[in-house]
């Protein structure tokens, strides 16, 4: 099989199996740097190949570059020659990075930069639901339940579909922006002037507006993900529970905003304290 054969099938199962555009673009580039180093068509490939080809271009790399490459090479060879060549290969372990979150304080900040009334909604609804963009830029007019104040998150990362509520202040902005996508027979919530909008025109949406607010803080969409965890968790809400309207299969993946609970952890106070203030 040739290689622009082998990639458009790969391409094909990507998509029907609703990856991520962003999944779909690192898997192609994945498996055709691998090709184009080897000089093999998939068939003639070992794990020898891929081995090689990590010595001499990922030793250098993060822990997640190699799991995500490993992951794109053991799907695509999976899903079309139905063999695994990097089984024997033992993957790194991924580095556990506490994410950057905002304040209370600063999430005001950064809504309050938002001068564009479609900006200020898409950066709200990230933030109110913990929804990845992702997830925000398939949302579908019909996905929503306003009378009921709910949303659905269908198919989303992991498989796994969920529900999120939708916060009072924000279900006069969404009617007006439904409306306004159903005249123009637009099935998606927010869409671009000409063509459905892509996670750059979030990111910079919110970048720009955290540079404006004045936050110092590396700002992007996820940000806002993180801190809809952490403020929960703040205001007491069952780790569980944020685990469901997270869509986290591991409830360990949701365990790391215990560490970045600032003021949880300005409640506990030190043995010593109240040693001293016992002898007082």
Do not use: C, W
């Not at 271009?57 to 999976?78: D, G």
């Not at 993957?91 to 600063?106: A, D, G, M, N, Y």
């Not at 806002?224 to 809400?237: I, M």
């Amino acid at each position: 099989m040739k290689e622009d054969e082998f990639l458009q099938k790969l391409k094909i199962e990507l998509k029907i199996s609703k990856h991520s555009p962003h999944t779909i673009r690192n898997y192609l580039a994945a498996n055709k740097e691998l090709l184009n180093f080897t000089k093999k068509t998939p068939e003639e490939l070992t794990t020898d190949d891929v081995k090689m080809y990590m010595a001499e271009h990922l030793t250098e790399k993060s822990a997640t570059t190699i799991i995500v490459f490993l992951s794109a090479i053991k799907y695509s060879f999976s899903a079309i020659l139905g063999t695994d060549i990097t089984s024997s290969i033992k993957r790194p372990k991924k580095e556990k990075r506490i994410p950057s979150v905002l304040t209370k304080e600063e999430v005001k900040l950064l809504l309050g930069s938002l001068n564009n009334k479609k900006s200020k909604l898409m950066v709200s609804l990230m933030y109110s639901a913990g929804l990845r963009v992702s997830e925000l830029l398939n949302l579908k007019v019909n996905d929503l339940n306003l009378p009921e104040k709910y949303g659905s998150i269908k198919q989303a990362k992991g498989r796994k579909d969920r529900t999120f509520n939708i916060p009072e202040n924000l279900v006069l902005d969404l009617k007006e922006q439904i409306g306004k996508q159903k005249a123009s027979d637009k099935e998606h919530l927010f869409s671009g002037a000409k063509d459905s909008l892509s996670s750059r025109n979030i990111q910079k949406i919110v970048s720009t507006a955290a540079k404006k607010a004045g936050i110092e803080k590396d700002v992007h969409p996820h940000t806002l993900r993180h801190s809809f965890a952490t403020h929960l968790l703040e205001d007491g809400t069952d780790i569980r529970m944020i685990q469901e309207l997270l869509g986290h299969a591991d409830l360990s993946t949701t365990q790391i905003y215990t560490h970045i609970s600032r003021e949880e952890l300005k409640k506990v106070k030190s043995p010593l304290d109240s040693l001293y203030h016992q002898s007082s």
